[in-house]
């Protein structure tokens, strides 16, 4: 193993929960390839390393050990590869596709926003978060994948304490026991709902699942399993913090909000500028199955490597004055839903999701706006959120 660099030794968890933009614009210019004892990674933070270690899973697989996926769900698709990841993503990706999520979630979506906002419209005030991001974004999924009996608050606190384990790349045991306490409910209640679609299938995702053949072989209940919990994981954070941190950016930036409200045909970039700019999800975790040489850098065979999606869609080589957020930048895709084999699989219902949220927001709510006597705070650098963000607006 290659000696740990100065800087990465001073980083801390807490600095990177903080504000991680900082210390990775640092690192993209001294160590673009460093090791954080704080978090045992080796960080990778500029574009061209970051796209490359997604792109070669044979040399960077996804399949880590340790691995924090894997150690909370279950083995999945996301935490494994070769013929193991395939038949999982043959079986689970064809509901995700774009016109599959157009004709399962044209009526849905809007269904569901304008329920959301029935409940507050109103008021004038609004705490977006809690109140409409994460709710949508619960209803959303559970629906989709076949979960309505369990309730909203249920599905809310599962992901929540899922990505206490998920982001522990500490190894702190009490983080991780409160993933396990959790996954473990999660699967004692998902077990009797997996017998009842196996009888009698419903269109649902998880009924797909259950009875997709690939080459002869359905797949096994535990698989199942460990499967829906990486969707309700994903599935659940990313939109719901892409809603937040959108509404949030556009707000902060006058001028371009009164645009989407102006003209909702902007509401795609300003989902996918938000994405670039304040990637809710951080890292692709790897590990090297050989010694492999990174960003000039030296790494021994087994070396945990965490590709930094969020520094990635700052690079100063890939984008221009990347720290400004800009809806009419020309600059090509972003990495937030990283690439290559294990490129997210919920990006299209989350992207849908988003703008249907965006676009329903600013027709009904006149006059959105930051309550200038609430100061919005984010957190976080493997999933990164504004905890409250509170508006005003019209009311009627």
């Known amino acids: 193993m290659a000696t740990a660099g100065t800087l990465g030794e001073t980083i801390t ?56 996926l894997n150690r909370t769900l279950g083995k999945n698709m996301l935490g494994s590869e070769g013929p193991f990841h395939r038949r999982i993503r043959a079986v689970v990706e064809p509901p995700f596709r774009p016109r599959a999520v157009e004709r399962s979630t044209a009526e849905l979506i809007p269904r569901f926003a304008n ?28 629906s989709v994948l076949g979960l309505d009996e369990v309730p909203v608050a249920t599905l809310a606190r599962w992901f929540d304490e899922f990505c206490v384990g998920l982001a522990n790349f500490e190894g702190d045991p009490e983080k991780q026991a409160i993933a396990d306490r959790a996954s473990a409910e999660a699967s004692e209640t998902m077990t009797p709902i997996l017998e009842r679609l196996e009888r009698e299938p419903d269109g649902s995702v998880i009924a797909s699942m259950l009875h997709q053949e690939v080459h002869g072989q359905r797949l096994r209940p535990e698989e199942v399993l460990a499967n829906v919990k990486l969707m309700l ?6 939109p719901r913090d892409l809603i937040a941190l959108a509404v949030w950016a556009l707000l902060s930036h006058p001028a371009q909000a009164a645009e989407v409200a102006a003209n909702p045909a902007l509401v795609r970039e300003a989902v996918e500028e938000t994405a670039r700019c304040y990637s809710p999800v951080g890292t692709s975790t790897r590990q090297t199955t050989q010694a492999a040489t990174l960003g ?101």
């Not at 929960?17 to 500029?46: C, H, K, M, N, Q």
């Open 13 to 68: 968890v807490g600095a990177l929960e903080a504000d991680p933009y900082p210390i990775y614009a640092r690192l993209r210019a001294e160590e673009p390839v460093s090791f954080v004892p704080a978090v045992g990674l080796w960080l990778v933070t500029r574009w061209e390393d970051v796209e490359h270690v997604d792109l070669y899973p044979e040399i960077f697989t996804g399949e880590t050990d340790p691995s924090t």
């Open 115 to 142: 329920e959301l906002i029935d409940g507050f419209a109103g008021r004038g005030e609004v705490e977006l978060v809690s109140e409409f991001a994460e709710p949508m974004s619960v209803l959303t999924l559970r």
């Open 233 to 238: 994981s994903g599935g659940l954070q990313e």
């Open 296 to 396: 000039g850098v030296e790494l021994d065979e087994g070396a945990l490597v965490g590709a930094v999606l969020a520094s990635a869609n700052r690079d100063e080589r890939r984008f221009s004055d990347p720290e400004r957020f800009d809806i009419h930048r020309k600059e090509g895709a972003h990495l937030a839903f990283a690439t290559g084999a294990h490129y997210c699989l919920g990006a299209w219902l989350g992207r849908a999701t988003v703008r249907t949220s965006l676009r329903i927001l600013f027709e009904r709510l006149p006059g959105l706006r930051l309550d200038p006597g609430s100061e919005v705070v984010l957190r976080g650098w493997e999933f990164r959120k504004p905890l409250a963000v509170r508006l005003l607006f019209d009311a009627p």
